[in-house]
C-alpha cells in the first residue's frame, strides 16, 4: 500500500508539473496541450469506440504473429540445442536474423505481402521467432548433464527426457527470450502501422500517425499514452506472474 | 503405519523386490584425453551377493567413479560384461537407481514432484497409488513435512535425503551410490550413515557405493574395496566384520580404517616409486 501511494504520488507530481509547463507558455500550446486537453481526448475517444478499436486491431496482430512466432520458435530451437547440423545452418541463420532490428522487415514485408493484414503480421512474426529460437537453444545448452543422467537412470527416455527434464529445465532461459521476443515484435508492430497504412484496419500506430498529420498533439500524446499503458499491463498480467513463479521454485532473486 | 488404506497395487509396490546379485567381468574402459589414452579400468572382476553393501574407496581419479556408471549402464565399457542376476546390463534403467554426489533434483518440482518423477514412468500405478507410495518413502526419509518445499529451501543434507527418497521410490534392486554424502558436513553426513543403515535394512537393497572416505566406507559397507589407479583395479578386499548400527567414532571401526588407510598410502607410494 505504502509502494503504491508513493508511485502514484510520483505520477502525481509528474502531472502537476507538466500543467505548470503548460501554464507557463514556455513552448507553443500546439506542441505542448494541457494534461486535460489529453485527458479529454482519451475521453472523447473512448467513448466512441476509436480508442478501442484501434487497441483491439493493434492486440489481434500482436497476439496471433506471437503465438505463430512461439510455436515455431520453440521446436527450432530444440533442433538448434540438439543436433549441430541445425545448430551451424539455423543457428546461425537465427543469430544474424536476430541482429536485424526488426522493423527493418517493413520494407521487405511490403513488397511481398502488399499492404495487407499478412505484412503485418511478417513483421511480428519476425520480431518473435529468432529471439524465440536463440533463447530456447541456450537454455536447452545450459541444462546441466547431471539431470538427463539421473532421468536415464529413472527409466526415462528420449520423448519424456526430452518433455520433462529438458524442457523445464530450459524453462528460466525460454521466458526471458520470450519476453525478448514480446518486446522486439510489439516495437516492430508499432512501427509497420505508422509507417504504413493498411486498410483493413487503423491500429494504434496509425492513430499515432494521423495525430501527427493533423498537428494534433493532444490525439499523439493520448495514443503514446495508451501504448505505454498495454504495455505495462502485458508484462504485469503475462509475465510477471511466470517469472515470480520461476524464481520462488528456482530460488533465484526476482 | 499410516497406511491402513493401502490398496493392492500400492501393497504390490511396496512390497520388498529381491535384490540383485551383480557380477562384474573383467571390465576395461580407456578414455582419450590430450595426453593420450588414460587406462581408467584394467579388466575388473567382482561380485556382489544379494543385498550386499559393497563400498569401493580410492584416490580421485582412480576409475571408481567410471565402474559405478558402467554398472548403471550409463557408460559402456571397451571390453568385459557387467550383469545383474545373470543378464547383461547394456543400458540404464531402473532396477538400478543411481544417487550421485550433486542431488540432482529437479528444481521445477516440488520435493514431492521430484519423488514422483520416477513413479510417474511406472504406468501400472493410478495417481494416488503414486502418492501414497512417494509419500511413504519421504516418511522413510523423515521429510514428510517438507513435501511441499521447493528444492531451494532444503539444506544440503536434507537434498540427499530427497535423492534417496527419490531413488527408492520405483522399488530398484540395487543402489549405486556415487560419493553422495561428500559434500555435506560431519554431523550431516554422520546422521545420513544411521539413516542409510536402517533404509538399508528395511528395504533390502544390493549397495555399492562409491567414496573416497575411508571411514565412511567402513562404516557402511560389508566390504569394502580398495581400488588403485593408473590403471583402475581392486588392489585389496577388506571384509568388514562389525555389529550394525555401526558407530562411526568406536576404536574396532577405526582400526579398520587405519588398515586401510595405510594399504591405500602404500599403494600411492609403491606407484610413485614405479612413476620415478
Not at chain 1, 7 to 12: C, G, I, P, R, Y
Not at chain 1, 128 to 144: E, M, N, Q
Not at chain 2, 48 to 56: L, N
Request: net charge positive; charged share 20%.
Amino acid at each position: 500500500m505504502k509502494r503504491f501511494l508513493l508511485a502514484f504520488l510520483f505520477f502525481a507530481i509528474l502531472i502537476a508539473l507538466w500543467d505548470c509547463a503548460f501554464r507557463a507558455k514556455i513552448w507553443s500550446p500546439v506542441l505542448l496541450p494541457a494534461p486535460q486537453q489529453v485527458a479529454e481526448y482519451l475521453k472523447t475517444t473512448a467513448m466512441d469506440g476509436t480508442l478501442l478499436n484501434a487497441t483491439v486491431i493493434t492486440m489481434r496482430r500482436l497476439l496471433i504473429g506471437y503465438v505463430i512466432g512461439l510455436i515455431g520458435g520453440l521446436p527450432l530451437g530444440l533442433l538448434t540445442a540438439r543436433w549441430k547440423v541445425f545448430h551451424d545452418t539455423i543457428g546461425t541463420l537465427a543469430l544474424g536474423l536476430q541482429t536485424l532490428p526488426s522493423v527493418c522487415w517493413v520494407p521487405l514485408a511490403l513488397l511481398w505481402f502488399g499492404q495487407t493484414e499478412a505484412a503485418m503480421l511478417f513483421v511480428v512474426v519476425m520480431g518473435t521467432l529468432w529471439s524465440v529460437v536463440i533463447a530456447t537453444d541456450t537454455g536447452v545448452r545450459h541444462v546441466p548433464p547431471i539431470y538427463r543422467r539421473a532421468a536415464l537412470t529413472m527409466g526415462s527416455k528420449r520423448l519424456h527426457i526430452w518433455l520433462k527434464v529438458i524442457l523445464p529445465a530450459a524453462l528460466p532461459f525460454i521466458v526471458s527470450g520470450m519476453k525478448q521476443g514480446w518486446a522486439f515484435a510489439w516495437r516492430s508492430l508499432m512501427a509497420a502501422e505508422i509507417f504504413v497504412t493498411i486498410l483493413t484496419g487503423f491500429g494504434l500506430g496509425q492513430l499515432l500517425h494521423y495525430g501527427r498529420e493533423l498537428s494534433a498533439m493532444d490525439q499523439v500524446m493520448g495514443v503514446m499514452l495508451v501504448i505505454v499503458v498495454i504495455g505495462l499491463l502485458a508484462d504485469k498480467i503475462l509475465f510477471s506472474p511466470v517469472e515470480r513463479f520461476l524464481h520462488r521454485r528456482w530460488g533465484t532473486n526476482p | 503405519m499410516r497406511f491402513g488404506h493401502k490398496t493392492g497395487s500400492v501393497t504390490e509396490e511396496l512390497a520388498l523386490v529381491s535384490p540383485s546379485k551383480l557380477s562384474i567381468e573383467k571390465v576395461s574402459k580407456s578414455f582419450r584425453s590430450r595426453a593420450g589414452t588414460v587406462l581408467a579400468l584394467d579388466k575388473v572382476s567382482l561380485n556382489v551377493a544379494e543385498a550386499e553393501f559393497v563400498c569401493i574407496v580410492g584416490a580421485s581419479g582412480c576409475g571408481k567413479s567410471t565402474l559405478l556408471n558402467i554398472i548403471a549402464g550409463l557408460e559402456k565399457p571397451d571390453s568385459g560384461t557387467v550383469s545383474a542376476d545373470g543378464k547383461p546390463v547394456t543400458a540404464p534403467g531402473r532396477e538400478r537407481l543411481v544417487m550421485f554426489q550433486e542431488p540432482a533434483l529437479f528444481p521445477w518440482l516440488d520435493v514431492l514432484g521430484n519423488v514422483l518423477f520416477p513413479l510417474k514412468l511406472k504406468p501400472n500405478l493410478t495417481k494416488k497409488d503414486r502418492r501414497d507410495v512417494a509419500k511413504y518413502y519421504l516418511e522413510l526419509v523423515d521429510l514428510t513435512r517438507f513435501e511441499r518445499a521447493n528444492i531451494h529451501e532444503l539444506s544440503g543434507g536434507m537434498k540427499q535425503r530427497v535423492a534417496l527418497a527419490r531413488a527408492l521410490a520405483p522399488n530398484p534392486r540395487v543402489l549405486l551410490m556415487d560419493e553422495p554424502f561428500a559434500a555435506l558436513d560431519a554431523l550431516t553426513r554422520e546422521q545420513l550413515y544411521g539413516d542409510l543403515q536402517r533404509i538399508w535394512k528395511s528395504r533390502r537393497k544390493t549397495i555399492v557405493f562409491v567414496t573416497h572416505n575411508v571411514r565412511e566406507a567402513v562404516c557402511l559397507g560389508d566390504r569394502v574395496l580398495l581400488f588403485s589407479p593408473h590403471p583402475g583395479r581392486v588392489q585389496e578386499e577388506f571384509i568388514i566384520d562389525l555389529p550394525r548400527p555401526r558407530d562411526l567414532n568406536s576404536v574396532e571401526l577405526a582400526s579398520y580404517a587405519s588398515r586401510i588407510t595405510h594399504a591405500l598410502k602404500s599403494g600411492a607410494q609403491s606407484e610413485a616409486g614405479i612413476a620415478k
